[in-house]
Every structure is written in structure tokens, then in C-alpha cells.
């Protein structure tokens, strides 16, 4: 057991008090917070499941969907849920809430209905837009009430993120979390103004962002690997014990990445995808013209991994193609 997150045994042993829902240690509770409602006037609900052990622990939430096309992050928390792994806590409590972003989700989209983006919302203000009304419960229901966060994500439009586990390196703790998640890759990446990760930063919650797959493409790689990532950090702080958890023992750890991007507009055909390997000058794809007219190589600018690719068909100049991991070491975990 991994003492990394101090707890206070006497703040544990009161009530988690959540939208006037009572949830004393040992008990199990779902509880509907109010995330708005449709033009329609039907009320949507974003659901946390609450479990507590009787004994005195960490306090975790796992959250997925803050995205609504993510759905790789929503499946890798709702399936936990199915698996029944909360409900076998050996000591703390763990909050799961597989979809934050009801809106975007029912929507196929990553944004609110008004455009905005939730993780660029934080912390938010009831006064202010549906995206920040959004963020504003988290910040204030749900934050003061946890001691670390898991964020569930998947790659933006057309994206696929080979499975990656990303933190801040300003954030010791994070990194311990980070590499017990034992992802294939784990990735230092500085906070983004205005997003989950930076204000839960703010607040002393560690937090570490799972990425891996495509927005509303199931991928069951990506979802395996977030799972088994997620019990391996639940193991690693002593608030589960799996007799037959297959763990990582190795990661590649990138202190910098980098985009490629398309210098000619047209239909872009990859040769090489996340999760390989690259070297410098090698071709790695081609852009090519509608008209059997010409083609373009696309060629690595740096030795490195691929950690994310674009699937799109079709390119503009300036298009992100490629996202390459460098500067990069393997570490035993």
C-alpha cells in the first residue's frame, strides 16, 4: 500500500454530502446533479456513483465525457461501473461520473449546444455560459470532495491518440500516479489555462488525463488499456488488490511533442500511424491531388514516436497530421 495521498481519518469518517444525498463510509449511493435543460424543458442529469469503504482512505474521482464525442473515456468508466470493481474497496472512496457532457454526448459533439468548450470553462460560473454553468458544478460539488482526479479522454475529431497517460511535471505526485497507470506512453504536458487539469492543480488535486483513441469510434485497445491503467493506480494507492491484474512494467516517457502539419492540401494517405516508431527524413505519408496530378511526401522532421495521427481523407494547409513524442526515455514501472 502506497501511502502517497494523506488522508485525514477524522474528516473520512463524516458524511460525503452531495445535492442533499447522504453517503456515510461503507455505503453506495448514486446521486442525479442537474446539468440543465433542453429547449424541450426536459431536465438532463450528470450522474456520480459514490462508493465508500468503511476504512479510511483516498478519495478518487474517475471521470469521463467531458467531451460528448469521447466516447472511448465514457466506456472505460461505465464499464468499470458494469464490472462492479467499486463496489470490492478495500479502503477510500471512489466517484465515477462516465459522462459529464450529457449536452455534446446525445449531440455527437465535443462542445455544449452554445459552442464552448467545457475543459476550456473552468472553474466556471452559474451566471455564465451552459458550458460554464457546466464546469461550475464540478468545481464546486464535486472538487471539494476528492483528493486526486482521473480525467478520461479520446482524440479529437478525425485524431486517434495512441494510449498515453499525461501530467504535469510541476506535480510530483501526479507523476507517481502517472506512471502507475502504466500506459504505453506517458507524457509531460504543461497545464492549459481554464481547463479541469489547471484548476484542480490550483486547488492541490493531482490529476492525470488519459488520451487514447478517436471521438465516436469505439476502440477496444483503448478502452482495455484505460481500464486496466485505472486499477493499477486503485492497486498501487491500496483501495483494491486484483489477484489477476496483468500490469505494465514498462512506459516510454516523452518530455516534448510536436505536431507535423501539411504543407499541401489534398487527400492524405498514412504510411505510418500511432505507435510507431520514426526517424528523421523518413516518409511517413503522402498528400495527394483529386486529379492524378501530384503528390506530396510527408516526411518525419525528428527521431521519435508517433503518439497520435490524423484519419481525416481529406487535408488543408496547416492541418495537424501527425503528433510526435521526442525526447524520450523507458521507464521500469
Not at 476528492?146 to 478525425?158: A, E, P
Not at 487527400?267 to 503522402?286: D, L, M
Not at 492524378?292 to 508517433?306: E, L, P, Q, S, T
Amino acid at each position: 500500500m502506497t501511502e502517497l495521498i494523506k488522508v485525514d481519518e477524522k474528516r473520512y469518517a463524516e458524511p460525503i454530502i452531495l445535492d442533499n444525498n447522504i453517503i456515510l463510509p461503507g455505503q453506495e449511493e448514486t446521486v442525479r446533479l442537474s446539468a440543465g435543460r433542453l429547449p424541450s424543458d426536459n431536465r438532463l442529469y450528470i450522474y456520480a456513483h459514490v462508493y465508500r469503504s468503511v476504512n479510511p482512505g483516498p478519495t478518487v474521482l474517475m471521470m469521463g465525457g467531458v467531451h460528448g464525442d469521447e466516447i472511448n473515456g465514457v466506456m472505460v468508466a461505465r464499464n468499470m461501473i458494469e464490472e462492479k470493481v467499486f463496489e470490492k474497496l478495500n479502503r477510500g472512496t471512489v466517484i465515477s461520473v462516465p459522462l459529464l457532457n450529457v449536452f455534446g454526448f446525445i449531440n455527437f459533439s465535443r462542445e455544449v449546444p452554445d459552442g464552448k468548450d467545457i475543459n476550456r470553462s473552468f472553474p466556471g460560473t452559474m451566471a455564465g455560459s451552459l458550458a460554464a454553468r457546466v464546469a461550475r458544478t464540478l468545481t464546486k460539488k464535486l472538487l471539494p470532495l476528492v483528493d486526486c482526479i482521473l480525467d478520461f479522454h479520446t482524440g479529437g475529431s478525425s485524431r486517434y491518440n495512441y494510449p498515453q497517460i499525461r501530467y504535469s511535471k510541476k506535480d510530483p505526485i501526479a507523476e507517481k500516479l502517472a506512471l502507475a497507470f502504466g500506459a504505453p506512453y506517458t507524457v509531460q504536458k504543461s497545464f492549459i489555462p481554464k481547463s479541469l487539469r489547471k484548476v484542480a492543480a490550483d486547488m492541490g488535486l493531482p490529476t492525470i488525463v488519459y488520451e487514447a483513441g478517436e471521438s465516436v469510434r469505439l476502440d477496444g485497445f483503448s478502452i482495455s488499456k484505460g481500464m486496466q491503467g485505472a486499477k493499477q493506480v486503485l492497486q498501487f494507492l491500496g483501495m483494491l488488490y486484483f489477484s489477476n491484474l496483468v500490469r505494465s512494467n514498462k512506459t516510454l516517457l516523452f518530455r516534448k511533442t510536436g505536431w507535423i502539419r501539411a504543407n499541401f492540401s489534398g487527400i492524405f494517405v498514412w504510411s505510418k500511424q500511432s505507435g510507431h516508431r520514426v526517424t528523421k527524413g523518413e516518409p511517413i505519408g503522402q498528400i495527394k491531388d483529386p486529379f492524378g496530378m501530384k503528390v506530396v511526401n510527408v516526411h518525419a522532421i525528428r527521431d521519435g514516436y508517433i503518439i497520435g495521427h490524423n484519419n481525416a481523407s481529406v487535408v488543408n494547409q496547416g492541418d495537424a497530421l501527425f503528433h510526435v513524442g521526442y525526447n524520450y526515455e523507458s521507464i521500469d514501472i
